[in-house]
C-alpha cells in the first residue's frame, strides 16, 4: 500500500498531478480543492495517498493533507460510494465544509454536487455522524479552518501574501498558525511575515 508520495510535480492535468519520485512517474487523481492547493510543475511536493486495486485496475488517488484523506476513507464506507464518487464528493464540498456538514446534519451543503443524488446525501449524513465522531480532534479543526475560510480579514490576508510571491498553500499554514480573531488585516500580515521571516 502507497501511503504517501514525496517527489517533483511533473505535470499537471483535470483534476490529476503526475509526480516524478526518483525518476518514477506516478499519476495521482485528486479532488479540485487538493488540486487548487498544489505547487506547480517543477515545485517539491509531498501528497497523502491512498491506492484502489481491483482486478482491472489500480487507481492512486491523493490528498492535500491527511484530514481530507480520512474523510475519503470515511465516504468509502457509505454504501453505494467508490473511489470515484469519492474523490467527486470532495471536489464538490472539501473536506472541512463536508465533515461541518455532518457534524451539523446540513443536507443543504451536499446538494450541488454532481452525480449524487438525495439518496447517497441521506447515507452520507446518517452512516457517517458518529462514524465521523471519531475523528472529533481533526473536525474541530475543520471548522475552525471553516471559520478561517469565511473571515474577510484572513481571505484579505491571503490575497497579499500570493501577490508577494508565496505559494498558496504555504501562505495558508502560515496565517492559519498565527490568527487570532482580534486581528485587523495589517497586524495579521505583519505577523505572518515575521513567521515567514520578511
Request: proline share 2%.
Amino acid at each position: 500500500m502507497i501511503s504517501f508520495l514525496k517527489g517533483i510535480i511533473a505535470d499537471k492535468g483535470l483534476n490529476t498531478v503526475e509526480i516524478d519520485v526518483n525518476g518514477v512517474g506516478f499519476e495521482v487523481m485528486v479532488s479540485s480543492f487538493c488540486y487548487l492547493k498544489l505547487g506547480e510543475i517543477g515545485e517539491p511536493i509531498t501528497i497523502q495517498t491512498y491506492m484502489h486495486v481491483r482486478e482491472d485496475e489500480m487507481s492512486l488517488y491523493g490528498f492535500f493533507d491527511k484530514f481530507e484523506k480520512e474523510v475519503f476513507l470515511k465516504l468509502l464506507l457509505v454504501n453505494g460510494v467508490g473511489p470515484k464518487m469519492a474523490i467527486n464528493i470532495l471536489s464538490g464540498v472539501s473536506a472541512e465544509d463536508l465533515s461541518y456538514a455532518i457534524a451539523t446534519q446540513n443536507a443543504g451543503a451536499l446538494k450541488n454536487i454532481k452525480g449524487v443524488g438525495a439518496k447517497i446525501r441521506d447515507r452520507i449524513l446518517l452512516e457517517l455522524k458518529e462514524k465521523m465522531d471519531a475523528l472529533s480532534h481533526l473536525t474541530a479543526t475543520a471548522i475552525t479552518n471553516t471559520e478561517l475560510n469565511t473571515s474577510e480579514t484572513f481571505n484579505t490576508a491571503l490575497n497579499v501574501m500570493i501577490d508577494w510571491g508565496v505559494p498558496k498553500a504555504h501562505a495558508q499554514d502560515i496565517l492559519t498558525k498565527v490568527y487570532t480573531s482580534s486581528d485587523d488585516m495589517e497586524t495579521l500580515i505583519a505577523k505572518a511575515f515575521r513567521e515567514l521571516g520578511r
